[in-house]
């Protein structure tokens, strides 16, 4: 083949693998699986290597390539990287937009939405659409050129695509680690005993300011564009969000997360909506920032010292605060499994007060190194339970002991016992311990096991020392007039109780498993079982070897349900439940009833008429399986809205996707 020839399949591969590149990071839309862009970029390399003459520095097998440096040079910034000045409350926000539409004149004013992106900000450099520098903001007027590790990140174009390119034009956006790049990093970090990071925005920067290039590819960093700095007179836009598109059909990756609002209260009414979706956004957020979309009159505002007028970031209340650890305690679970728990000096985090963190279990408080009287870092996201960051050692004072585990059940003075391989340690005294009878009473009451509303700790607590129970059968002998005299309950309540507990007893098979609390039989199990042997008597009756034909049981488990229904005193309090009147329909899961039976379903995205937890209680009573991940094994993907990477993978591999519409109907169908 002729050096001609060549060089035409070189740039058509270049042109495939960028296209592929664009689809990828920018559409959200790939046309190709991952097997088929690596075959392609192969083929690339090793055209490259046999004629290194083709070789060019825009080629996309050149992002890693240059030598360790000593230092990063400084550069200084054409147009300052500004900051944004902050909102912390409604009051802030109110008095932005007021600002804003007194200097205008006018009555309302478009915004353009944004997510606040907990990286860091970098400038990239495009001359005649080549990336030709990249830059830390530094103070704003200066910063670091770390141009050659940003040509490691994918997601940043090496070259700008499209018929309209300026001559020059200064990218600005943000580099990140998505959440599950953070915890896949910090996972292998600690396989390989090396540093673990805080968060996404640390593990970001130190990737960014690693001086070997080598080891910033291997990093999973990513880029948002959110405006631009310098730009020659062929770059036009007229809007904010017009801009973002522009630079979008150049190849640049812009956050999905942003929106145009109308006047103060679309910034609050998309401040709620994106805080409540906090938890879903795969990247870490740390507020939302709303611009002034038209470009003209952004000018007409221009700037206060290091911001701009026209922009503010409303920040979300903080989830990290700093408190004093007053005691730590150890809490026995409903399997005996000692927990830790950190008592502390009350603190506000993100509006909630919070006096205790679980320090998980004996491993993790001494990697911590957590000690009474310690100040640490408390961090609370969402719903799950605050938990210890990390100690500020510096504050340490003088006399603290390291934390030992107790060598007995803190409840019953059982002995606490370690098995080789597990990290928990537990008390050894079943239900003789009293701790975990009372929390088998509230798994066995819990809303995804026999769901009897209102039986809450403080409840279980005084009916279990007031001997009114001492297992879960005891709770349906239970009498008004006894609950009724109880702490914070009356007739009214009392009442509520027990025909909560009426409710209950009309039950699905794998709710009633599952309530029974057998160690490792969690709710998937507990199904599988159900399906498996239809009756309680032959799951009650089955020996190991049966036990193990089970979907997910092995050795292990077998033997534990197995000593389980051995227990005779186990048996007796199944008896007396059944007596009580507990009973469940036998079609719930027996094989007639189960239409999706062998479908696997994945849910992506929300939906509208129901959580995604009701969705897939639902696919699974008609005997469908729900997996977290798109595979070639998977029947339908259920989409929502809002939906990323997994409708992404589905299209990849040709996986029936389903709307809302579709999916409401396949359930409703006879
Ligand atoms: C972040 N961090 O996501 C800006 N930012 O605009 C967004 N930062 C910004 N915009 C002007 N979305 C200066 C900084």
């Known amino acids: 083949m002729s050096v001609d020839d060549n060089n035409k399949r070189i740039e058509k591969l270049r042109a495939l693998i960028n296209e592929h590149n664009y689809r990828y990071h ?3 839309d790939p046309s190709v699986s991952d097997a088929e862009y690596d075959r392609l970029f192969k083929q690339l390399l090793e055209l490259e290597r046999a004629h290194p003459e083709l070789t060019t520095p825009d ?5 890693i390539g240059a030598k360790p440096l000593a230092s990063f040079p400084e550069i200084k910034h054409e147009v300052p990287m500004l900051s944004l000045e902050n909102a912390f409350t409604p009051e802030d926000m109110l008095a932005f937009d007021r600002r804003v539409r007194e200097r205008l004149g006018v009555d309302e004013v478009v915004y353009l939405a944004e997510t606040k992106i907990d990286g860091l900000a970098i400038s990239l450099l495009y001359e005649h659409g080549a990336l030709i520098r990249a830059a830390t903001r530094g103070d704003g007027t200066s910063g670091e050129d770390v141009t050659q590790n940003v040509r490691t990140i994918r997601s940043v174009p090496l070259t700008l695509r499209g018929p309209e390119i300026p001559a020059l034009i200064e990218v600005r956006g943000e580099v990140y680690m998505s959440k599950a790049g953070f915890h896949k990093l910090n996972q292998e970090q600690q396989k390989i005993e090396s540093k673990v990071f805080a968060n996404p925005r640390n593990a970001a920067a130190g990737s960014l300011r ?3 290039p080598a080891i910033t590819a291997k990093r999973p960093l990513a880029f948002y564009a959110y405006g631009i700095g310098q730009f020659s007179t062929d770059f036009m836009a007229d809007t904010h969000a017009a801009l973002l598109q522009q630079l979008k059909s150049m190849g640049m990756p812009i956050s999905p997360e942003t929106k145009t609002v109308t006047g103060v209260d679309g910034c609050f009414d998309f401040y709620r909506r994106t805080a409540n979706r906090r938890a879903q956004i795969p990247y870490e957020i740390d507020g939302v920032v709303f611009k002034v979309n038209d470009r003209r009159l952004q000018e007409q505002l221009g700037f206060i010292s290091r911001a701009p007028r026209w922009a503010i970031a409303y920040k979300f209340p903080p989830q990290e605060t700093v408190t004093t650890v007053l005691a730590i305690d150890v809490q026995v679970g409903r399997t005996g499994a000692l927990t830790p728990v950190a008592r502390l000096d009350p603190v506000s985090v993100g509006g909630v007060t919070v006096t205790n963190a679980t320090l998980h279990n004996e491993d993790e408080i001494l990697r911590k190194d957590v000690r009474m009287g310690d100040t640490v870092v408390i961090h609370r996201a969402g719903d799950v339970i605050p938990e210890v960051v990390r100690v500020i050692t510096d504050r340490r004072p003088a006399k603290t002991a390291k934390f030992v585990m107790p060598a007995h059940c803190p409840v019953c003075g059982s002995a606490v016992k370690r098995e080789a391989e597990e990290a928990v340690a537990r008390c050894s005294g079943g239900l003789y311990c009293p701790a975990q009878c009372i929390q088998a009473i509230l798994h066995f009451a819990s809303r995804r096991a026999m769901d009897i509303d209102g039986l809450g700790d403080k409840l ?18 239970l009498a008004i007039e006894q609950i009724a005299y109880l702490d914070r309950m009356g007739t009214k309540s009392a009442a509520n109780l027990i025909a909560a507990l009426e409710k209950s007893k009309a039950t699905e098979f794998d709710r009633f498993i599952y309530a029974l609390g057998i160690r490792g039989v969690g709710e998937a199990t507990a199904r599988n079982l159900a399906m498996h042997f239809d009756t309680l008597e032959k799951l009650s009756q089955a020996g190991v070897e049966e036990l193990e034909r089970v979907p997910d049981v092995g050795p292990v488990i077998a033997n534990q349900i197995k000593n389980f229904f051995d227990e005779k005193h186990n048996q007796a309090i199944i008896d007396r439940l059944l007596a009580a009147g507990i009973h469940w329909a036998p079609s719930a899961t027996s094989t007639t009833a189960q239409r999706l039976r062998g479908k696997t379903f994945v849910l992506t995205g929300t939906l509208a008429a129901m959580t995604r937890d009701e969705a897939k209680h639902r696919l699974q009573s008609l005997g469908a399986k729900v997996s977290n991940s798109v595979s070639r094994k ?14 992404r993978k589905a299209r990849e591999l040709g996986v029936a996707v389903i709307d809302e519409k ?5 359930l409703e169908e006879k």
């Open 59 to 63: 080629s996309p097998t050149q992002r």
């Open 26 to 28: 920018v559409l959200d």
């Open 460 to 477: 279980v607590e005084q009916l279990f020392q007031r001997q009114l129970i001492a297992n879960v059968a005891d709770l349906y002998g």
């Open 210 to 212: 690693q001086l070997d």
């Open 662 to 666: 579709s999916f409401l109907k396949l």
């Open 634 to 647: 998977t029947d339908y993907v259920v989409s929502g809205e809002e939906t990323g990477s997994k409708l």
